[in-house]
């Protein structure tokens, strides 16, 4: 048994350090593979957010500069209106007879 250990020492020396470096160890090359996956994650989410507050800027850009944008996002957004208008709301949408009869 010694000799079958003594004869393979080096393959189990190689074997062993692979297995430490490629998944036991703490900064094994699985936990690497982790961390830049979720790196990837978080860097399309600091773009997200990045876009995001672009469009708020500008948005809040031209609200600063345009008095009727309040009004503009006032009617589009909550659906508020003069009090000399009608609102219609149209819709893709098909209602079933049993959702035209509960109203």
Known sequence: MLDL???YKYLITIVVGLLLVGVIDDNSMLRRWQYSLEISR?????ANYNTQEQAATEQLQE???NPKA?????RERYGMKAADEDIFVLTDEEISPRESDSE
């Open 70 to 74: 309040i009004e503009r996002i006032a």
């Open 42 to 46: 978080l860097e399309e989410e600091i």
């Open 5 to 7: 250990l003594g004869h």
């Open 63 to 65: 609200l600063r500069r």
